[in-house]
């Protein structure tokens, strides 16, 4: 099985349970409901059911406690190795420890609030068994992007491919804003003012995976903003390396949006990232640039494959064409995005979807990193699949 969304099987005989979830599950970026049964399943249907989904986890409503522990002893016989869920109507405190016992992963009750579900769904996922658990082993996948010159769309970019990342892989995703004096990706967030930026959590980093904790949580992502109140010094470059190792214990993807290539900051970070991507556009100034920025990170330490240049907002109307382009800097373009203003402001906070030139471009760029997941060095098995983050909150 690929490392798409978890797929869900929910077993609810009460149809207002069975709505709660599906409704959940609609926002809860990675997951994917493939079938609700409503009724507790006999052996053998239970068998098929899982022959033929071959779900990651199972979200079990619990108010006919002989028939769900009946359910969970089944389970554990036929060896089903992913976690399940008690949902109940209403909380029933004497229930729970009879559930945990009996084999249930975790407990909810009626109403789901947003938050204990999301928890939940949390641990559901780092929980749930995978055929891609090299990946998670490895740690996550670093990219990190960045101007040929100011204003190309870097920012514009990295966010988009944190929410198509997401999209695509149903894993779990970190966006950075290095760009301590302007950094603007909190905005896709609607967070203008946030208490919790990448400098505060790099002053946490002695506690730990809990310097992530208060994150902005949006879309499906964690969010790290740059200060609200611009900032002219840099995050130091060993704070930066512990910052991004801690990164890829918690996270899967991890997207760095970094100040301008030619930026002494992004210069020293980028050698720490995995992949780099220079954003430019088909302007003169931007290209003129782009020879000398390209050579400058070869010199801090980029290996010439984790480089990529994408060019953005390209139109049929520019003199310079990308085959133009490409011939006359003996480059490589591995991304072509077009100028699209409108489907961007349309997108607004949710993320660029539907079958628009640049959700597309965006989407493609998406699939190609995760078509090969390579973190230092090592190749594992793409991803399929694409998750709506329509409803995400």
Known sequence: MSAGPLRVVVVAPHA?????????????????????????????????TLAHFQPDCLYLQ??????????????????????????????????????LRGGAFDYLHLPFDEFSFREVAQRVESRAPRNSESFLQCGARVVGFTSSKPGSGATTLATQAAFALRRMSGRRVLSIDLNLLSGT????AEAMVHPFDVVDAVAALPAGARCFSEAIQFNGISMLPAPAIPETDSVPEEELRSLLQMARQCFDWVVVDLPCTAAPETLAAAALMDDVVVVTTPELASLNTLHRNTELLYAAGVEPASLHVALNRTSKRDPLQPDAISAALKMHLSW????????????????????????LAVRKMATDFCGTPKVHGVEVDGVAGEVSLAAAG
């Open 336 to 359: 072509i995005l077009p100028n699209d203003y409108f489907s961007l402001q349309a997108a607004g906070q949710l993320g660029l979807t539907g079958e628009s030139a640049l959700a």
């Open 62 to 99: 619990c108010d006919d406690l002989p028939a769900s522990m009946k359910l969970l002893q089944t389970l554990h016989q036929m060896e089903f190795r992913g976690p399940v869920v008690a949902c109940a109507m209403r909380h029933q405190p004497d229930a729970v420890i009879d559930l």
């Open 185 to 188: 990706t909190s905005g896709w």
């Open 16 to 48: 207002a349970m069975a709505s709660e979830l599906r409704a959940r599950f609609l926002e809860e970026v990675g997951f994917e409901v493939v079938t609700v049964l409503a009724s507790y399943p006999g052996a053998e249907r239970l068998r098929l």
